[in-house]
C-alpha cells in the first residue's frame, strides 16, 4: 500500500449494530485494499460489535478499527473517522446499511476526474424483514458539473433535496479547507453538514448511479418522534443555525433556498404533532413547547421568503391552536 495514492476513505460508526455489521461490512471488503480504507469507529458498543470488527480486521488489511473508550454519538464517531482518513475522497455509511460496491470505484474515478468537491448518487430503500425495495422519494436527476450553491437551489426548487450525508462522495481537502464536520451534540446532524457543504464547493456533480441501500426499520421516524418531545429543541437550534448560513446582501439561489428550508423545518414542529398523532405527554410537551417558542417559529416562518410560509407564520402566530386545525383539515383534503 505504501507509494499507492489512497483514493477513498469509508467512515462508518458503528453503536449497537452488531445484527447488521457483518453484512454492512460484506458490502465494503470486497473494494481494493490498495486504495480504499475502510474506517469503523466502535463508539463504545455494548454489544458485539468490537469482535466483529477486530475478526474482519484480521481478516481484512484495508478495515481499520477506532475506539472511543464511551459513547460520544454518532457525529462525533463521524468526525473521529473524518480525523483519520488518508483518502482523497471521503464516504460516510451507516453500519446497517448497504454500499454497491461494483459501482463505488467508478464514481470515485468520475469524482477525480471531474475535480469535484461533491459528487451525489442514487440511493435506495430497502425493508429490514423482508429486503424487499421500498417505494422512494423522487430522485434528484443528473447533472453536469454546476457551483453547490446552484445546485441545493435546485434540488429545493424541484423538492428532491436529501440532507442525509451517505449519498454523498465529499474530497476531503475541500472538507479540511472549509472546517467542515459533523455538528455534536444533535439529532438529524446532516442538515447542518450537507448545507453548508453545498454553499461553499464550488463543484458538483449528481449521477443517477445506484450506490447506496438504505436499510428501514420497523417504525422509524414516526416511532422516533412519538417517543419523546426532544427533539423539537434540536429542530429549532438547527432552524437558527441554517438561518445564519443566510446571511449577506443580495443572498444567492441556494442561500433564498435555505431560507425556505429552514422555515419549513421551524413550522414542522407544531405540524408534527398532527402528522404523526402525538399523544399523552410526548403530545403535551410538544404543544407546551409550540406555546413557548410560537413567536420565534412564526418569525422564521415569515422571514422564509415565500408568501404561503408568511401566511403560515401569521396565521401560527394569531394561535398556534387555528394553525393545528388548519394543518388537520388541509391534510385531509388531498
Not at 481494493?32 to 466483529?52: F, M, R, T, Y
Not at 461553499?200 to 448511479?209: E, K, T
Not at 438504505?214 to 432552524?239: D, E, K
Not at 419549513?264 to 404543544?287: F, Q
Amino acid at each position: 500500500m505504501k507509494g499507492m495514492p489512497m483514493k477513498l476513505s469509508i467512515i462508518i460508526p458503528c453503536y449497537r449494530v452488531a445484527a447488521y455489521l457483518p453484512a454492512c461490512l460484506d458490502s465494503v471488503c470486497m473494494l481494493p485494499p490498495d486504495s480504499v480504507e475502510i474506517l469503523c469507529v466502535n463508539d463504545a458498543s455494548p454489544d458485539e460489535c468490537g469482535q466483529i470488527l477486530a475478526g474482519y480486521a484480521a481478516r481484512h488489511p484495508h478495515v481499520h478499527v477506532l475506539t472511543h473508550g464511551e459513547n460520544r454519538g454518532l457525529s462525533a464517531a463521524r468526525n473521529t473517522g473524518l480525523d483519520a482518513a488518508q483518502g482523497e475522497y471521503v464516504l460516510f455509511l451507516d453500519s446497517d446499511d448497504l454500499l454497491c460496491a461494483d459501482v463505488t470505484m467508478g464514481l470515485v474515478d468520475q469524482a477525480q476526474q471531474g475535480r469535484l468537491d461533491i459528487l451525489q448518487a442514487a440511493y435506495m430503500l430497502f425493508d429490514d424483514g423482508t429486503d424487499q425495495e421500498l417505494p422512494a422519494p423522487p430522485m434528484a436527476r443528473p447533472t453536469a458539473v454546476i457551483t453547490g450553491d446552484a445546485c441545493l437551489a435546485m434540488q429545493c426548487a424541484q423538492g428532491v433535496f436529501e440532507p442525509m450525508t451517505v449519498i454523498r462522495l465529499y474530497r476531503r481537502g475541500f472538507l479540511l479547507q472549509n472546517g467542515l464536520r459533523m455538528a455534536e451534540g444533535f439529532l438529524f446532524e446532516d442538515e447542518l453538514f450537507t448545507a453548508p457543504a453545498f454553499l461553499r464547493a464550488g463543484r458538483v456533480q449528481v449521477s443517477d448511479v445506484l450506490l447506496y441501500r438504505y436499510r428501514q426499520h420497523g417504525g422509524g421516524i414516526m416511532g422516533g418522534f412519538a417517543a419523546s418531545a426532544g427533539w423539537c429543541g434540536h429542530y429549532l437550534r438547527i432552524v437558527e443555525r441554517l438561518v445564519a448560513l443566510c446571511a449577506g446582501d443580495p443572498l444567492t439561489p441556494g442561500q433564498r433556498a435555505l431560507r425556505k428550508r429552514a422555515a419549513a423545518i421551524a413550522l414542522s414542529i407544531p405540524k408534527n404533532i398532527v402528522a404523526y398523532r402525538l399523544a399523552g405527554d410526548v403530545r403535551r410537551e410538544t404543544l407546551g413547547f409550540v406555546r413557548v417558542h410560537g413567536r420565534e417559529i412564526a418569525g422564521f416562518a415569515m422571514s422564509g421568503g415565500s408568501v404561503v410560509l408568511w401566511v403560515q407564520g401569521v396565521l401560527l402566530r394569531v394561535s398556534p391552536s387555528i394553525f393545528m386545525k388548519t394543518y388537520a383539515f388541509l391534510r385531509r383534503l388531498r
